[in-house]
């Protein structure tokens, strides 16, 4: 039985997709002088991913079968003191799973960026900027240490910021990218603090020593108050998890990423960048097993997203912001799970959501495509007869994300709710009542979404704005074929819809099978063998949520028979009804509900005001800051007092001098002489004063 594996062989998984990248992000653009064309440019891309994707179902075969594991570092960057500076990889369960998945998805991603970018002109700078992305999220997921960790965190962050502006001369896409970038920096602010008061007191940045040191400090109290250390640091942690999962309020970013081309919402949303926070906190389960405080945030922080981010997918029109919002909600599942202390359903359903989210995200792609860049459902329609692969494919994803039984997000979605159920923490009653009132929401707009989208009334002719422009990512610069008059109108507008190429479809297809099947398969041996021993780490009598379902669920089969009597499978049945009845049956249900509830709608498509509450008073306030230590501190304090006081001061005292230093004798000599003056007055009349005070 294999029990290691090789160095040389784990170091190919990160480093085929970077010099993929580097080849065609040098040689493929203006950098380099254009030396090589698309074709070399995409080709050498998708292999590099093609053969990290290979390596990693290798890793995880042997991982799975013969419980390899690997735990090395592979070179040490500096020593400071007893702190070693280290670039290190661990791969266990958890590792190989991420490593399949992100791999995975990111090699359908490229595939389908082929037909979904072709005309557009920054072909070879896309593809080498998603190869660079998967190099990052490689390296986050197959860090020993924190060092390594945060390094892919912040490169994640940073690539994303580059693939949001992706069409940088889009006034739009610029303030998407830099809304994310500073967004995420709020919450890195939080991270790299629990990670600097780690090192703090452990001295060190590798995991496993970390987790053996945790009990010197875990009765602690952080210094001048008594907070307990471990929860600081663990919500520390979650502060930054808050940022890159996208959790409420740190959340805004996520929806207007959908400024960049589609390959990117699906590579972010599903696989890459907002799964990074839930792998991070899985993989600390050391630290918050210790801390009911931390866990009970998390909870709280997580059902407020799932419940209320699905609120906000009912009213959009976008068809790739109802998607977003999905995002969100699911990632608020994911959360929830990780606060019920059931780490495993968290990573087990951010492995299944990023199967059926990738393809969601491609399938919107795939509809914009053969719409001619229209993106908003209420001009679509009776798309079904038109796109027969890209309807069945997106038609099984929404089933996998609302559920249905037997269908990959049914299990890890239910074991979430019977999780949380079974949890003893305070505020695992709201999160119940939230993922429980999730199911509904999520039904509902999903299929709003669909009955829109691929039945009714073919609606994609009567668009009125089909000659002013096109909105989000598929400019008249960005038609995938088609032409542009010079003037806005594309000629193609009323042409009926059209299946797009099979580089585009044959991903659909691909990912189809995981978003089926990969929940049955990967249940029992993911929530209840020993597929994460020794890597997840549950305090089974503090919290019990994983003991209870060990006896609740005896296997795919009887879980889902078992649905039938339960609350979600209804509540998904009554959202999908429901949502036939508005938008098939009775449109002018959804009109009345709107004008009869204007302030609650007016709130939703406002988002909650958060957007204007954070560029109306946040921002405004850190504006008012800034100028204040601008004009205050450095101009009149830092300018005014110190520098140009100092050089003042100084003057006024040499030119004293330069006046007491005339050079001329008289001068002196009158000095002198007023000098003899003061002192014999001084020492004659001051005895007599004193005689004449005393009486």
């Not at 008594?226 to 929860?231: A, E, G, H, N, Q």
């Not at 507008?493 to 991903?507: G, I």
């Not at 929940?519 to 003991?547: C, E, Q, R």
Request: proline share 4%; glycine share 10%; with cysteine.
């Amino acid at each position: 039985m294999s029990t290691t594996l090789s160095a040389s062989t784990l170091l190919a998984v990160p480093l085929a997709p970077l010099v993929g990248s580097l080849v065609a992000g040098i040689f493929g653009t203006a950098l380099g002088g254009n030396l090589i064309g698309r074709r070399t440019s995409r080709s050498i891309t998708i292999l590099g991913v093609f053969i990290a994707f290979v390596i990693s179902a290798m890793t995880l075969y042997s991982v799975a079968v013969d419980g390899a594991r690997f735990n090395e570092t592979l070179y040490t960057w500096m020593v400071i003191g007893d702190l070693r500076m280290e670039i290190g990889f661990l791969v266990d369960s958890l590792t190989a799973m991420m490593m399949v998945v992100v791999t995975f998805v990111s090699l359908m991603v490229h595939i389908y960026t082929i037909g979904y970018m072709e005309e557009d002109a920054g072909y070879d700078r896309f593809f080498a900027y998603i190869s660079l992305f998967t190099f990052s999220m490689l390296m986050l997921v197959m860090s020993n240490n924190m060092l390594q960790l945060f390094f892919g965190w912040e490169a994640v962050g940073l690539v994303s910021y580059l693939l949001i502006g992706f069409w940088f001369n889009r006034p739009t896409a610029v303030f998407a990218n830099l809304k994310a970038f500073l967004v995420n920096r709020v919450g890195d602010f939080g991270f790299i603090l629990g990670i600097g008061l780690l090192v703090a007191y452990t001295g060190t940045l590798n995991y496993g020593e970390v987790f053996a040191r945790v009990d010197s400090f875990s009765q602690l109290t952080l210094p001048g108050t008594d907070w307990m250390l471990i929860t600081v640091i663990c919500i520390c942690l979650f502060i930054g998890a808050m940022g890159k999962s996208a959790q409420f309020p740190l959340h805004i970013w996520l929806p207007d990423s959908m400024e960049g081309p589609t390959p990117i919402s699906a590579l972010i949303h599903a696989a890459t960048m907002v799964t990074a926070g839930i792998f991070m906190v899985a993989r600390m389960s050391p630290l918050y097993e210790l801390s009911d405080a931390a866990l009970n945030f998390i909870l709280i922080i997580g059902a407020i997203t799932a419940l209320f981010m699905g609120f906000l997918g009912i009213i959009q029109n976008d068809i790739k912001r109802v998607v977003a919002y999905s995002t969100l909600s699911q990632l608020g599942y994911m959360t929830v799970a990780l606060g019920a202390s059931a780490y495993s359903v968290a990573v087990f359903h951010l492995m299944t959501h990023a199967f059926f989210k990738a393809l969601l995200f491609l399938g919107a792609g795939s509809v914009i495509m053969g719409l001619h860049h229209n993106q908003d459902i209420r001009w679509m329609g009776g798309v079904r007869k038109y796109m027969p692969i890209t309807w069945i494919t997106f038609l099984l994803a929404s089933l996998a994300l609302i559920g249905t039984p037997l269908f990959s997000g049914f299990y890890s979605k239910d074991a979430i709710i019977e999780a949380v159920h079974a949890s003893n923490l305070p505020a695992a009653g709201f999160a119940s009542f939230a993922v429980l009132a999730g199911v509904f929401i999520t039904a509902f707009y999903s299929f709003r979404l669909y009955f829109l989208v691929f039945h009714g009334k073919e609606r994609y002719d009567q668009n009125p704005d089909a000659h002013h422009g096109h909105h989000d990512d598929d400019h008249a610069h960005d038609t995938h074929g088609a032409h542009d008059d010079g003037h806005g109108h594309d000629h193609h507008d009323a042409h009926k819809p059209h299946e797009s190429p099979w580089v585009v479809t044959v991903p659909l297809l691909l990912l189809m099978v995981p978003s089926v099947l990969v929940g049955f398969f990967t249940l029992m041996p993911m929530l209840f063998g020993s597929f994460f021993d020794g890597v997840i780490f549950v305090d089974t009598a503090k919290h019990p949520a994983m003991a209870e379902l060990r006896e609740l669920i005896h296997g795919p089969l009887a879980m889902a028979a078992h649905a039938l009597y339960t609350p979600p499978l209804w509540l998904a049945i009554a959202g999908v009804a429901l949502s036939y009845y508005m938008y098939m049956i009775n449109p002018a249900v959804p009109t009345a509900i709107k004008r009869h509830c204007g302030p609650i709608y007016r709130l939703l498509e406002n988002k909650y005001y958060l957007d204007w509450i954070n560029e109306n008073i946040v921002a405004a306030g850190a504006r008012l800051l800034g100028r204040g230590l601008w004009k205050g501190g450095d101009q009149a304090l830092i300018d005014g007092l110190v520098v140009n006081g100092s050089w003042k001061v100084v003057g006024w005292f040499s030119g004293l001098v330069r006046w007491l230093q005339s050079g001329f004798i008289y001068h002196y000599a009158l000095a002198m002489i007023a000098g003899v003056l003061i002192l014999l007055t001084w020492f004659v009349s001051w005895p007599m004063l004193t005689q004449w005070l005393n009486g």
